[in-house]
């Protein structure tokens, strides 16, 4: 969702990383993810992140930032951005968070058309779409499994059915289709959060984690700085501080001390 979050999983292996949408608008705004971020804003994210890390980068495209013509123009720039998968939803605008409440969905034709635009838009066949509805909380599983099918018939590499409630709504989601499929696990939200290997078995083959690194990082924030407050110092932490020396190696100082010995004046 920023910079030292990217640096961090960059480094931990991953086939892929996610830019989360949610936790973009609350660093970057301080606000609810509930569409009030630009499609400039969100693009600008894309090139920080992408630029700063080599772990291959998908990226929330949200709605895709307005009419079919906006979401062609968002799809070419996430993808000059650096973005080699972009996520494309069926929210009406202002979107929400998908695990909050008061969402509504465009129709299923107006989905499928976004899908369309979005495939047809990319200059990269390699690039993955990924169509995600949210019409599970609105008007039922049985409509979010016709809106994927749409999608997947559009073009889709990629289905996010959004919010599923249950296990066994999960494995009715991925027995109806071939197509890839991917679980969005938010803890405390409204899906199950299962172990990989269930995950698996299920028949899922992406599993993002899109809030669990900006919830641990608002717990530690309450942690150090309630101690600051309660102690007038931080010695009670300490233990639960990354090494500052660390820190600095993770952002790259290193290579600014290489660069100012060679050009020491």
């Known amino acids: 969702f920023e910079m030292i979050s990217a ?6 292996g991953f086939e892929a990383l996610y830019m989360t949408g949610y936790g973009v608008v609350a660093s970057y705004l301080g606000l609810p993810d509930a569409g009030i971020a630009s499609y400039t804003q969100m693009v600008d994210r894309v090139a920080q992140i992408a630029g700063g890390t080599t772990t291959p980068l998908i990226a929330d495209a949200d709605t895709g930032y307005g009419a079919l013509l906006n979401i062609r123009e968002t799809v070419r720039g ?6 080699v998968g972009i996520q494309i939803e069926d929210q009406e605008f202002p979107k929400k968070c998908g ?16 899908i369309q635009v979005a495939v047809e838009s990319r200059r990269n066949e390699e690039t993955l779409i990924i169509a995600r509805t949210d019409a ?14 749409a999608c997947a018939k559009a073009g889709a590499d990629v289905l996010f059915v959004e919010a599923p409630t249950s296990e066994a709504e999960m494995e009715q989601i991925c027995r109806s289709f071939d197509t890839p499929l991917l679980v969005n696990v938010v803890e405390g939200g409204l899906t ?29 924030f309450e942690n150090v700085y309630g101690a600051i407050r309660r102690d007038g110092g931080s010695q009670a932490v300490a233990s639960q501080l990354y090494p500052f020396h660390d820190m600095s190696t993770l952002m790259g100082f290193e290579d600014i001390w290489e660069f100012e010995k060679e050009h020491a004046q």
């Open 192 to 220: 199950p959060a299962l172990s990989r290997e269930r995950y698996q078995e299920i028949g899922y083959s992406i599993a993002i984690f899109p809030g669990t690194a900006f919830l641990a990082a608002t717990q530690a």
């Open 78 to 83: 996430y993808e000059a951005a650096g973005a």
């Open 99 to 114: 695990h909050t409440p008061n969402k509504r969905v465009v129709s299923i034709e107006e989905m499928t058309r976004r």
């Open 136 to 149: 599970r909380a609105v008007n039922g599983l049985d409509d979010a499994l016709r809106r994927a099918e």
């Open 7 to 12: 640096r961090v999983a960059d480094r931990m």
